[in-house]
Nanobody, 128 residues
Framework: HVQLTESGGGLVQAGSSLRLSCLDSGHMFSGFTFAWIRQAPGKERYLVAAINWDGAKTHYAEFVKGRFTISRDNAKNTVYLQMNNLQPEDTAVYYC?????????????????????WGQGTQVTVSS
């Protein structure tokens, strides 16, 4: 059973940084691939970043490369998203999600539909 809780969102000015955290209170955290997915009002969900079980494989959307970094601490059952140089277009609800159908993979899935277990989301708002 996976239960994900995000934190760390907020209102910041353009150029600022935030670090999002996702705590998993389930039992198989270390085996799953996790992703951060965002959704802005009126827009579809986009996979921002993903990380496999040991952190050896990551994937980033083109629009965040060089600005965002995904990481995980399996001892703390936590996934992070460090977001630097935030821009107004980064404003969205950010969700943490887990690919719970595949364990200990050497790859990350890049389709939002592959992530079945989601948290409630945390709002990130960037003002210009």
């Amino acid at each position: 059973h996976v239960q994900l809780t995000e934190s760390g969102g907020g209102l910041v000015q353009a150029g600022s940084s935030l670090r999002l955290s996702c705590l998993d209170s389930g039992h198989m955290f270390s085996g799953f691939t996790f992703a951060w997915i965002r959704q802005a009002p009126g827009k579809e969900r986009y996979l921002v970043a993903a990380i496999n079980w040991d952190g050896a494989k990551t994937h980033y959307a083109e629009f965040v490369k060089g600005r965002f970094t995904i990481s995980r601490d399996n001892a703390k059952n936590t996934v992070y998203l460090q977001m630097n140089n935030l821009q107004p277009e980064d404003t969205a609800v950010y969700y943490c999600a887990a690919d719970i159908r595949h364990y200990y993979t050497s790859y990350v899935r890049q389709d939002v539909r592959d992530y079945e277990s989601w948290g409630q989301g945390t709002q990130v708002t960037v003002s210009s």
